[in-house]
């Protein structure tokens, strides 16, 4: 192991080490720490902690993923609703068609009988 990270949520403290050799030497200041293998940034403030990508975006706390977990699914119902729907629709589209196709058979039919050709013009 190469670096050991301990955050306390209740304390909000947190420790860290970094191997040196065969032993692990503590990280003085965590705060604003960058972590040489992972380039990821510990931010402590006052009530929380908050790890910071490469890139300096913030990564997203527990209760942000489960809230973009949340509304991911609820999009994903939609559109399975949606396509549910469509795919309704498309029967019912079906349905009509080949009851037209019927209508127009028997009425084709119905001129033959009469003496009517229907396929001239």
Request: hydrophobic share 35%; glycine share 4%.
């Amino acid at each position: 192991m190469e670096e050991y990270y301990l955050y306390d949520p209740y304390k909000n403290v947190l420790s860290g080490w970094l191997r040196n050799e065969s032993w692990l030497d503590a990280i003085d200041e965590m705060n604003g720490w960058v972590s040489p293998r992972l380039g990821i940034r510990f931010e402590v403030s006052s009530d929380s902690l908050v790890l910071y990508h490469p890139d300096q975006q913030p990564f997203a706390d527990y209760v942000e993923v489960q809230q973009q977990l949340e509304a991911m699914e609820k999009r994903a119902k939609e559109a399975e609703n949606r396509v549910v729907e469509a795919e309704n629709r498309a029967t019912v589209a079906e349905e009509e068609l080949e009851q037209e196709r019927q209508r127009a058979k028997r009425l084709e039919e119905l001129l033959r009988e009469a003496g009517i050709d229907p396929d001239k013009d």
